[in-house]
Antibody
Framework: QVQLVQSGAEVKKPGASVKVSCEAS????????IHWVRQAPGQGLEWMGR????????NLAQKFQGRVTVTRDTSTTTAYMELSSLRSDDTAVYYC???????????WGQGTLVTVSS | DIQMTQSPSSLSASVGDRVTVTCQAS??????INWYQQKPGQAPRLLIY???NLETGVPSRFSGRGSGTDFSLTISSLQPEDIATYYC?????????FGGGTRVEIK
């Protein structure tokens, strides 16, 4: 069965970086984009970007350009999202989700809580 | 960016009621809208894709309709397990954008 398993919760200080992983299984990794979506406490969903596992090419929401890097390792079918220069308002649950080309994000990881606090 | 205006932000209804949530896009997104259900502490779950297609395993009391800029999600007979927050999402263009969410409660 399709599974996206994310790394565990992180606590970081302002100005630091965090790297969240998303290990995919149960499907052909290179056929689906991996998207990253975050959710601040009590708030809605915010799309951050996506990566094409075949080419490694990515698209990022404008507000995250320059601070977010999305990568993948096809040998371990794992995608990564690194967020730098962390601020307190980056405190959120970060989700990965797979999506076919021109298709919906149909399977989601369990989420990774990133807390930014001094 | 395409803005998705979702309403209402919350609603309270009785078990068995018909419930409708609407989403308006800031521009024509043809049919490229999905609906998600999110329960507390859980990841979003895809319910409906491409306006009206039910994801596998989703109960038939859920349905979606619309076109262009105006869309809706309907629960034909609200059940206790439907208590959740519902989000619309457009994927006609990047960046993908979500509506603000509708919290559904039991009266």
């Amino acid at each position: 069965q399709v599974q996206l398993v994310q790394s565990g919760a992180e606590v970081k200080k302002p100005g630091a970086s965090v790297k969240v992983s998303c290990e995919a299984s149960g499907y052909t990794f290179t056929v689906y984009y991996i998207h990253w979506v975050r959710q601040a406490p009590g708030q809605g969903l915010e799309w951050m970007g996506r990566i094409n596992p075949t080419s490694g090419g990515s698209n990022l929401a404008q507000k995250f350009q320059g601070r977010v890097t999305v990568t993948r390792d096809t040998s371990t079918t794992t995608a990564y999202m690194e967020l730098s220069s962390l601020r307190s308002d980056d405190t959120a649950v970060y989700y990965c989700a797979r999506g076919a080309v021109g298709g919906p994000t149909d399977y989601w990881g369990q989420g990774t809580l990133v807390t930014v606090s001094s | 960016d395409i803005q998705m205006t979702q309403s209402p932000s919350s609603l309270s209804a009785s078990v068995g009621d018909r419930v409708t949530v609407t989403c308006q896009a800031s521009q024509d997104i043809t049919e490229y809208i999905n609906w998600y259900q999110q329960k507390p502490g859980q990841a979003p779950r895809l319910l409906i894709y491409d306006t009206s297609n039910l994801e596998t395993g989703v109960p038939s009391r859920f349905s979606g309709r619309g076109s262009g800029t105006d869309f809706s999600l309907t629960i034909s007979s609200l059940q206790p397990e439907d208590i959740a927050t519902y989000y619309c999402q457009q994927y006609d263009d990047l960046p993908l954008t979500f509506g603000g969410g509708t919290r559904v409660e039991i009266k």
